[in-house]
Nanobody, 126 residues
Framework: QVQLVESGGGLVQAGGSLRLSCAAS????????VGWFRQAPGKEREFVAA????????QYAASVAGRFTISRDNAKNTVYLQMSSLKPEDTAVYYC???????????????????WGQGTQVTVSS
């Protein structure tokens, strides 16, 4: 089992940047693919980005591609989501999740993830 804790959320103006962190404890972190999802009020949880176990493969939602970058440091048991050129529509609670699926390409569906953090709020003002 793995425990996930997100941090780095906050309030930022449109066009600004934030870096979210997902710190893991428990089982060996490097065996998990990790994804970021977000959920805005009244909307379903949606995929944002994911990285495979080695860090060599990433997936991005079309809405964030070119603006967000996911990376991981297995020595620090941490995955990062660097968010730039933020827009008001990026406002949501952001969750990280860990997947045991042994895939080169990480899952993009929430169903593919086994463990979830509690989330961190990101608010982008216009």
């Amino acid at each position: 089992q793995v425990q996930l804790v997100e941090s780095g959320g906050g309030l930022v103006q449109a066009g600004g940047s934030l870096r979210l962190s997902c710190a893991a404890s428990g089982r060996t972190f490097s065996i998990y693919a990790v994804g970021w999802f977000r959920q805005a009020p009244g909307k379903e949880r949606e995929f944002v980005a994911a990285v495979n176990r080695s860090g060599g493969g990433q997936q991005y939602a079309a809405s964030v591609a070119g603006r967000f970058t996911i990376s991981r440091d297995n020595a620090k048991n941490t995955v990062y989501l660097q968010m730039s050129s933020l827009k008001p529509e990026d406002t949501a609670v952001y969750y990280c999740a860990a997947s045991l699926a042994a895939l080169t390409t990480p899952p993009v569906s929430p169903i593919g993830y086994d463990y979830w953090g509690q989330g961190t709020q990101v608010t982008v003002s216009s």
